[in-house]
C-alpha cells in the first residue's frame, strides 16, 4: 500500500512540475497569444477586451492557479484555432494517434524480439550482422526522409497504397464517435470504410514500426546476451538441454521485467504523437495538433497536449512498475 502511494505521489507532483513549467515558458515566450484571437488590425479597445477574457491582464502566478482549478474540475478551455474545448479536441486526435500507435507497436514488438532473441542465438554469425545492420539503419536514416520514400514508391509510383491521409476523401463525413475509425467501421460492419482506413495505415505504420523494431530488437539482443553469459545457462548447457529451450524457458522469463519496460517506454513515444510522421502523412493525431497549436500560439491546446503527453509517460512508467512488482519475485523478496 505505501509503495502505490508513493508512486501515485511521485506520478502527481511530476505530471504538476510538467504544468508548471510549460505554463510559465508559455507566458514568457516574445508572441502574443491574444493577436492569435483578435488579429493584429484588431483596435486597442477589442484587444483589451481579449486580454482581459483570457485573464492575461493578472499576475502569472494567479492565471496559472486558475487554470490549476479548471483543470481539477476538467476543464482545459477553448482552442482558439478550432473554437472547441481542448478536451474534446483532444479526444478526437488522440484516439487517431492510439490506432497509429498499437498497429506500430505491435509490428515493432512482433518482430522486434523475433529478430533480438534471433540474433542473440546466433551470435556473431551473418544473421546476427544483419539484425545489427537492419537496427542500425533504423536508427540512422531520418524519419522524415524514410515516409517520403515510402510514399514515392508505394503510392506514386506503384499506386500500392493510398497517399496521406486518415481516409479517403469520400469517406470524410464517416461519423465515428468513439475517434477510433479503425475499430468502430469494424465493428458496425462498414467494412468499405473500415478497409480504406485500414489501407491507409500501413505506410505511417510501416515507417514507426520500423523504427520501433530496431530498438526492440537492439535492446532484446542485449538483455538477451546478457543473461547467456550467466552460469546457470552453462550449467543448463552441459545437462544438454537444447538452445531453445534455454531461450524460452529459462532467459525469457528473466528479462521479462526490463523487456516490458522497453515495450512500455515505446509505447510512450509512439503515443506522444511521432510529429514528423504524422507530418508527412497528414496524419491527424496529437503530434499534428501540438504543432499546429505552436504555430497559432494556442496555449489552451498547447497546455493540454503536454498535459496529455505527461500523463501518458507517468502512467505508463507507474503502470509498469507495478506490474514489475506482482510478476518479479525479486522485488517482494526486498520488500520482506
Not at 481579449?50 to 477553448?78: N, T
Not at 493525431?285 to 497536449?305: E, P, R, T
Request: net charge positive.
Amino acid at each position: 500500500m505505501k509503495k502505490v502511494f508513493s508512486s501515485v505521489l511521485v506520478t502527481v507532483l511530476t505530471l504538476l512540475g510538467l504544468l508548471v513549467i510549460t505554463f510559465f515558458i508559455g507566458r514568457k515566450i516574445p508572441i502574443d497569444p491574444i493577436l492569435s484571437v483578435v488579429g493584429e488590425s484588431a483596435s486597442p479597445e477589442i484587444y483589451e477586451k481579449a486580454r482581459i477574457s483570457m485573464g492575461l491582464h493578472l499576475p502569472v502566478y494567479e492565471q496559472f492557479f486558475l487554470y490549476l482549478k479548471k483543470i481539477i474540475s476538467g476543464d482545459f478551455g477553448y482552442s482558439f484555432l478550432t473554437s472547441r474545448p481542448v478536451l474534446e479536441d483532444l479526444a478526437h486526435v488522440f484516439s487517431a494517434t492510439i490506432e497509429l500507435a498499437t498497429f506500430s507497436l505491435i509490428f515493432g514488438v512482433s518482430l522486434g524480439i523475433f529478430c533480438g532473441i534471433w540474433a542473440a542465438k546466433s551470435y556473431g554469425s551473418w544473421v546476427d550482422k544483419f539484425v545489427g545492420g537492419v537496427s542500425l539503419v533504423g536508427y540512422s536514416i531520418p524519419v522524415f526522409w524514410f515516409g517520403l520514400l515510402l510514399l514515392l514508391i508505394f503510392y506514386f509510383g506503384l499506386g500500392w497504397f493510398p497517399g496521406p491521409g486518415r481516409i479517403s476523401i469520400y469517406y470524410q463525413g464517416y461519423d465515428a464517435k468513439s475517434g477510433f475509425l479503425l475499430f468502430e467501421s469494424l465493428f458496425r460492419g462498414d467494412f468499405d470504410v473500415f478497409l480504406d482506413a485500414l489501407h491507409h495505415i500501413i505506410l505511417p505504420t510501416a515507417v514507426l514500426g520500423y523504427f520501433n523494431l530496431s530498438y526492440i530488437a537492439k535492446m532484446t539482443r542485449s538483455l538477451v546476451l546478457t543473461e547467456m553469459r550467466k552460469p546457470y545457462i552453462l550449467t543448463a548447457r552441459v545437462k544438454g538441454v537444447s538452445s531453445s529451450k534455454i531461450i524460452w524457458k529459462h532467459i525469457i522469463p528473466n528479462i521479462r521485467v526490463p523487456l516490458l519496460s522497453v515495450v512500455a517506454l515505446s509505447y510512450g513515444g509512439l503515443l506522444e504523437g511521432t510529429v514528423l510522421t504524422e507530418t508527412v502523412f497528414s496524419w491527424p493525431g496529437l503530434g499534428s495538433y501540438l504543432v499546429n497549436s505552436l504555430k497559432n500560439v494556442d496555449m489552451n491546446a498547447i497546455l493540454g497536449a503536454t498535459f496529455l503527453t505527461g500523463v501518458v509517460f507517468v502512467g505508463l512508467h507507474t503502470l509498469v512498475d507495478s506490474i514489475n512488482y506482482l510478476i518479479d519475485p525479486r522485488a517482494k523478496n526486498d520488500k520482506k
